[in-house]
């Protein structure tokens, strides 16, 4: 796929989101706000943060207890690592499983926008391995598809907090920014 329709792509999902966010009954935002709701705000798409990786898969298989935004926890496997650079900074970011049999990854992340122009607890990525992987393997870890938890948009929701071990050292001004429908903050 050449950068015009990756670039296709990414806006086409995004205007598929605020549809669904918008009309749907299963949409996390409140009914109450859907009226007013013009869409997500995003970053515009860009090519530098988008990496066809190598997922560096953990020998020892790490369970780990993820707390939730309400104080529940849940279980989830630490499964390997994302070796990468940002801005001429070396990056890790760990890479999760639900459970043994998951065929995607789940990778949480806070950055240096996160609180400022993205959602204060971090935002995710979800690895399908069905087309997020490369044919010789790699993985496809594109921040331009970071997305907020939908604890970001509705109280009723929990969701995941971010370990520190994926608080990045260095701004990601890709994907999705903080939702809000205070005068100006949505479109």
Not at 56 to 81: D, N, P, Q
Not at 169 to 175: N, S, T
């Amino acid at each position: 796929m050449d950068e015009s329709e990756w670039k296709s792509a990414i806006e086409r999902e995004r205007e598929e989101k605020d549809i669904f966010f918008k009309l749907y009954p299963e949409s996390p935002i409140p009914f109450r706000e859907r009226e007013r709701f013009r869409g997500l705000n995003y970053y515009p798409p860009n090519t530098k943060y988008r990496f066809e990786i190598e997922l560096h898969e953990h020998k020892k298989k790490e369970r780990i207890r993820m707390i939730y935004t309400r104080g529940e926890e849940k279980e989830f496997i630490r499964w390997g690592e994302f070796r990468l650079k940002i801005d001429d900074k070396e990056v890790t970011l760990q890479a999760y499983k639900s459970n043994l049999e998951d065929e995607g990854l789940f990778v949480p992340f806070r950055d240096l926008t996160s609180g400022r122009e993205t959602y204060g607890a971090g935002r995710y990525i979800d690895l399908n391995a069905d087309v997020d992987r490369t044919p010789n393997g790699r993985w496809i870890l594109d921040f331009n598809k970071a997305y907020n938890p939908w604890c970001a948009y509705n109280e009723d929701y929990t969701c995941p907090l971010v370990p520190r071990e994926n608080w990045l050292e260095v701004p990601i001004y890709a994907g999705e920014k903080k939702y809000g429908l205070k005068k100006g903050e949505n479109k």
